[in-house]
C-alpha cells in the first residue's frame, strides 16, 4: 500500500483576488506561492518520491515542478486532476457567488450540486468532480505499487476542492461531508490505500517534517488497521 502525498497549488493570483479560477487560463503562482513551492520542495528533498502527478493548469505545473526537480523525477500530468468545472461559476467573485441560491446546495446538499452550464466553460456536478479525482488516485496509487513496491511514496498535485472530496472518499465519509474538510494552499494531506482500510495520516499539513510520513519498518499484513493504535 504507496502513501500518496496531497498536495493543494501554492497561494495564486485567483486566490488573492478572491475568484474562483476554475479551468481559467493563466492564472499563475503569486510571489508568496512560489516562495511556498519552493518551501514544498525543500520539505520532499529527503523523501523517496517516485512520481509527482499534476493537473495541467498553470498553478500546479508551478507547484509541481520543484517538487518534482528534488525528487529527480518528471511531473506526469493528468487531466482526471484538473479542476472542478465550474461552468459559468468561472471567474466570477466569490463574495458575488455567495448570493446565489447554489451556493447553499455546495455547502449544505453537495451530493445535489451542479454548476450552471456556459457557453464558454465546461460544468460538471460535484458528484462527477469526485467520482473523477477518486479514480484517478487509486488509479496512479495502483500503478506505483506495480512499479515500485507497496511501500512507495508518490505525490498529486492538485486543487481544494478535489483534494476534500479525495479525502472524504478515503474516510469513508462521503461527498455529503467533503466541506467539512480544508485544504489551504500548498498543504499536504497524506493516504494510504489498504486492501481493507484507507488510512488518512494527515490532513492539511502544514508543518515542514514530512519523513513521518514514510511507511514503517512493520506493518500489519493486508493492509490491516494496527491493533491498540500502533507505535508511532
Not at 33 to 59: H, I, K, N
Not at 218 to 225: F, I, K, M, Q
Request: hydrophobic share 40%.
Amino acid at each position: 500500500m504507496p502513501t500518496v502525498l496531497l498536495v493543494r497549488h501554492g497561494h495564486s493570483s485567483a486566490n488573492g483576488d478572491g475568484v474562483l479560477a476554475g479551468r481559467l487560463p493563466g492564472i499563475h503562482l503569486t510571489d508568496r506561492g512560489r516562495e511556498q513551492a519552493d518551501q514544498l520542495a525543500e520539505r520532499f528533498r529527503d523523501l523517496p518520491v517516485v512520481r509527482v502527478v499534476s493537473s495541467p493548469l498553470e498553478r500546479c505545473l508551478e507547484t509541481a515542478a520543484p517538487l518534482a526537480a528534488a525528487a529527480g523525477v518528471e511531473v506526469t500530468v493528468d487531466d482526471d486532476l484538473q479542476e472542478c468545472a465550474y461552468g459559468a461559476w468561472t471567474g466570477r467573485a466569490l463574495k458575488d457567488l455567495a448570493k446565489e441560491p447554489l451556493w447553499r446546495t455546495v455547502q449544505d446538499d453537495p451530493e445535489a450540486a451542479r454548476f450552471p452550464d456556459d457557453d464558454r466553460y465546461a460544468a460538471e456536478s460535484l458528484r462527477e468532480m469526485s467520482d473523477r479525482v477518486v479514480a484517478a488516485v487509486r488509479r496512479h496509487d495502483a500503478e506505483v505499487s506495480a512499479a515500485s513496491g507497496e511501500f512507495a511514496l508518490w505525490v498529486a498535485v492538485t486543487h481544494g476542492d478535489l483534494l476534500k472530496a479525495t479525502l472524504a472518499e478515503a474516510t469513508g465519509s462521503g461527498l455529503a461531508r467533503f466541506q467539512r474538510y480544508t485544504a489551504d494552499p500548498a498543504s499536504v494531506s497524506v493516504v494510504r490505500y489498504g486492501s481493507r482500510h484507507t488510512f488518512l495520516l494527515a490532513a492539511n499539513d502544514l508543518a515542514p517534517d514530512l519523513t513521518r510520513f514514510q511507511a514503517p519498518a512493520e506493518v500489519p499484513g493486508s493492509g490491516d488497521a494496527t491493533v491498540g493504535g500502533g507505535a508511532g
